[in-house]
């Protein structure tokens, strides 16, 4: 399979070796500094494309690879106001679309896990319910795209919390995240259930970046030849 990066640094360069191995072909690699290379001729002598870019160039960047009818694997977060635009490009308008929050496996079961603890929770009002992630100090956007899915499933499953909000919170209905960016960390996430009696929590830890290059290669092999909208729960089915 032919692969197009577009994103360069260190996500992309692990993404590369892992496609290498498993005998795929890189054909384009696009970061800052050849910005220019990224055109209609240079994407269509790909396959697939696979974006982890940053939030200013990731919406361009697909509607780049829309434009020439090559489906896109897309880690990039930050960007995500735009989602609607591009699930109904790709859910009406043949072009082919892969978003996760995070491609590890491990995180996609955890994501599974949290759902069913804010079930089980749900009904338990004394307990406060917290949440943490930790990253490097290069990630570019806070909370994390993997945070935020933890804080959805817990807002779709826990009817006294209404919103999720990036900071400490006393409003009840406020579910709280707390972002740092330390070290070289690749990322662990932290969900707290807390009352005067007990506490509850679920983790997650990365130890590094392979798991998430590997999910996105994965990705790349599942989407190739294909139009519509998918995610991690379509390629594991879940």
Not at 43 to 49: F, G
Not at 123 to 145: F, V, W
Request: aromatic fraction near 8%.
């Amino acid at each position: 399979m032919k692969i197009a990066l577009l994103g360069y640094g260190k996500m992309g360069k692990e993404i590369e070796k892992i496609a290498l191995s498993r005998g795929h072909e890189i054909v384009l690699k696009v970061n800052i500094d050849n910005a220019t290379d990224l055109t209609i001729d240079n994407l269509k002598k790909a396959d697939v494309a696979i974006e982890f870019s940053t939030p200013e160039t990731a919406y361009s960047n697909i509607q780049k690879c829309f434009e020439s009818n090559v489906p896109v694997v897309v880690g990039t977060t930050g960007w995500l106001h735009k989602m609607n635009e591009v699930k109904d490009a790709a859910e009406n308008k043949g072009k082919g679309f892969f978003y996760a929050s995070n491609f590890s496996i491990g995180v996609n079961v955890f994501f599974e896990i949290n759902k069913k603890l804010a079930q089980l929770m749900a009904p338990y009002s004394d307990y406060t319910i917290e949440m943490e992630e930790i990253h490097h100090t290069q990630k570019l956007d806070a909370p994390s795209g993997t945070a935020i899915t933890l804080a959805e499933g817990i807002l779709e499953n826990v009817n006294s919390k209404t919103k999720w909000v990036n900071n400490t919170s006393s409003i009840p209905n406020e579910l709280e995240i707390i972002s740092k960016r330390i070290g070289n960390i690749p990322g662990t996430h932290t969900v707290v259930y807390n009352s005067s009696v007990d506490e509850i929590f679920i983790r997650h830890t990365a130890h590094n970046r392979e798991g998430f290059a590997l999910g996105a290669v994965v990705a790349a092999e599942f989407m190739k030849g294909k139009n519509g909208f998918f995610g991690m729960k379509d390629m594991l089915k879940f």
